[in-house]
């Protein structure tokens, strides 16, 4: 039986309120475990072991996943009509979904019941007491999508950190974190407004970075107050390219792997590469699914790099 994958009307609208919920999830990373989350995870690896290939992996997730939970209230004996459980769901389930798929073995094993075995261990303890029906294996392209605002939104709430409190690596941090966004930004634009077989323009996941977009021009202000030493390291989104202008872009694989990612799925790249070389043997099409699954990886602080290299793209405006 498959997984059924979808996505809802409002799975993107918990965006509105990203900032939060970037918090908690780094709250949760930085929260300590207890001995019964401890002895609980191992139980859940020992009953899906199956699933993943790594052991220490499989019971992070569980970690991650439990701490976050006892850190969202929102959906624990709310209405579920209200926003806020709507949003604290969404936000759960997207963050289920995200950490689950980067660390299962395979694409066919189904988000849902390996975190129902995870709330099996849980369920009736003191700070897990209600089961959540609401997780739901979310479409692939879609949960891709979601992971493209959400480091977006990351990087934005690092930068505006940088405004608050400044210190002497500002200028090196602002160029690399403004610098790294123009590399999601470039893709994201594109998917939207590019004249390609994947143009969503009146899509969740459109709206949602047409409001990130507004959000992040609003720093620019407060950059040029700070003076010449920010704004001249800070990178707008007008300068990520200009037409056909050169754009700087983080040199290691971390931070280049997701825009050549998302130049293969969602411009003519492919369809050029395809034309030159032909139908692609089974090992480049491994390759390619592996390139997928890095973009699904958190990058967080990783989009800092000292190294640049060079790529002209075609830039749409929304």
């Not at 001249?232 to 050549?260: E, H, W, Y």
Request: charged share 30%.
């Amino acid at each position: 039986m498959g997984c059924n994958p979808t996505i809802k009307d409002d799975s993107y609208k918990f965006f509105d309120v990203i900032e939060n919920y970037i918090k908690k999830a780094d709250d949760a990373k930085q929260n300590d475990e207890t001995m019964e989350i401890n002895s609980n995870c191992e139980g859940f690896y020992k009953t899906m072991r199956s699933s993943f290939e790594d052991k220490e992996i499989a019971i992070s997730v569980c970690k991650q996943l439990i701490k976050l939970y006892k850190l969202l209230d929102k959906f624990k004996g709310k209405s579920k009509c209200s926003d806020d459980y709507k949003n604290d769901s969404e936000f759960f389930n997207y963050w289920v979904n995200f950490q689950i798929s980067k660390s299962r073995l395979n694409e066919s094993v189904c988000i849902d019941p390996i975190y129902n075995a995870i709330e099996s261990q849980f369920t009736g303890t003191d700070h897990y007491g209600v089961e959540l029906a609401f997780i739901y294996d979310i479409k692939k392209d879609e949960l891709d999508k979601m992971n493209i605002l959400y480091r977006l939104y990351k990087i934005y709430t690092d930068i505006n950190g940088i405004l608050e409190n400044a210190d002497d690596m500002v200028k090196k941090k602002l160029s690399s974190l403004s610098t790294a966004c123009c590399t999601d930004y470039l893709v994201a634009n594109y998917m939207c407004n590019g004249d390609n077989d994947h143009n969503i323009n009146h899509s969740q996941f459109c709206t949602q970075l047409k409001k990130f977009k507004e959000k992040y021009e609003e720093l620019y202000k407060r950059v040029d107050q700070k003076g010449s030493e920010y704004s001249k390291n800070f990178k707008r989104l007008s300068q990520c390219d200009n037409n056909t202008m050169s754009t700087a872009l983080i040199g290691t694989t971390v931070g280049l792997v997701p825009l050549l990612v998302g130049l293969y799925k969602f411009t003519p790249l492919r369809q050029f590469i395809n034309f030159k070389k032909g139908k692609l043997t089974q090992e480049y099409r491994n390759n390619d699914d592996e390139m997928r699954d890095i973009m699904l990886m958190d990058q967080g602080s990783e989009h800092i790099s000292s190294q640049q290299g060079t790529y002209n793209i075609k830039y749409h405006s929304i």
